[in-house]
Nanobody, 117 residues
Framework: QVQLVESGGGLVQPGGSLRLSCAAS????????MGWYRQAPGKQRELVAG???????NYADSVKGRFTISRDNAKNTVYLQMNSLKPEDTAVYYC???????????WGQGTRVTVSS
């Protein structure tokens, strides 16, 4: 069954904002840290923001101060608010549960973010 469904991507100008959403199955969302990952063309997928089940957050240096991750435990949904977007933020964005060994859920289809004038 589908575990992770990302949405909210699109085309935005530099300096603009987008809000991504990820609806997760309860089996993978509950009690797990959730993260937003991105994969740019020709690059490896990277974790850009994470949030524990208790709400503690962490961010990659490249997005710190511009992106905000949050979660709604009642809706099994994790969000990524992206502000002050830059062309280098262009990528396909995915969400997943993760632990110290990395992501462990089945990857969804992702949502594409393109930052361009």
């Amino acid at each position: 069954q589908v575990q992770l469904v990302e949405s909210g991507g699109g085309l935005v100008q530099p300096g603009g904002s987008l809000r991504l959403s990820c609806a997760a199955s309860a089996s993978i969302f509950s009690l797990n840290a959730m993260g937003w990952y991105r994969q740019a063309p020709g690059k490896q997928r990277e974790l850009v923001a994470g949030i524990t089940s208790a709400g503690s957050t962490n961010y990659a240096d490249s997005v710190k101060g511009r992106f905000t991750i949050s979660r709604d435990n009642a809706k099994n949904t994790v969000y990524l608010q992206m502000n002050s977007l830059k062309p280098e933020d262009t990528a396909v964005y995915y969400c997943n549960a993760y632990n110290t060994r990395g992501a462990f859920g089945s990857w969804g289809q992702g949502t594409r973010v393109t930052v361009s004038s």
